[in-house]
């Protein structure tokens, strides 16, 4: 198992780095938008990895931190996901966002990516809620269900309404961390369309 891959940042793509390590060895490492969107443009980066071997195929995930790599786990385990449908729901979804729409039994929220439809979105429910439970998440993934659904909800209507993801919801975090938690969900727009 390879746990991590540290070295030169060759190329950066929202679906895949290379980084290139001491010994010359450039590694392909498919990510999520969620990884893409915290990557610097450091020339020396260390991403925590997840290796999947297939009969044809030798491939890695790349995570910029634990959690991301564990929920991307968990998400194998559900029967109907594999390694491609997860790094998707990553990229639609926070950690934080996936745990309360898990906790709060959200179908909706889950169902809402793409090549999701209600029967899997069930199932990642049913068969993660006891296990996300148990993990231990930082307090920052475990962020209240109020502050989850507003902010989930303004992205929503944000994306709709044709904004970029990672500039809409890098304006609605701004806007949460100045304001507070307790703004509603019009609120929220209302600001961010302000900013944006």
Do not use: H
Request: hydrophobic letters at 45%; glycine letters at 6%.
């Amino acid at each position: 198992m390879i746990s991590y891959i540290k070295g030169k940042l060759v190329e950066k793509n929202p679906a895949y780095v290379i980084i290139e390590t001491a010994g010359g060895i450039g590694f392909y490492i498919n990510i999520s938008l969620a990884t893409y969107s915290q990557l610097k443009d450091d020339e020396e980066i260390t991403l925590l990895t997840y290796y999947i071997i297939k009969e044809d195929a030798q491939i890695l995930y790349g995570f910029m931190n634990e959690e991301e790599r564990e929920l991307f786990k968990l998400l194998l385990s559900v029967n109907g996901i594999g390694p491609n449908t997860a790094r998707l729901i990553l990229s639609s979804m926070s950690v934080g966002e996936v745990l309360n729409a898990i906790a709060t039994e959200d179908v909706r929220a889950i169902q809402s990516i793409k090549g999701i439809g209600a029967k899997t979105a069930q199932r990642v429910i049913i068969e993660l809620k006891d296990k996300t439970k148990k993990a231990n998440w930082s307090a920052e993934s475990k962020i209240s269900v109020s502050y989850n659904n507003n902010k989930y909800e303004a992205l929503s209507a944000l994306l709709a309404l044709g904004f970029p993801k990672t500039g809409a919801e890098a304006v609605l975090d701004k806007i949460i961390k100045a304001e507070g938690l307790n703004l509603s969900v019009e609120d929220m727009i209302k600001k961010a369309l302000k900013l944006l």
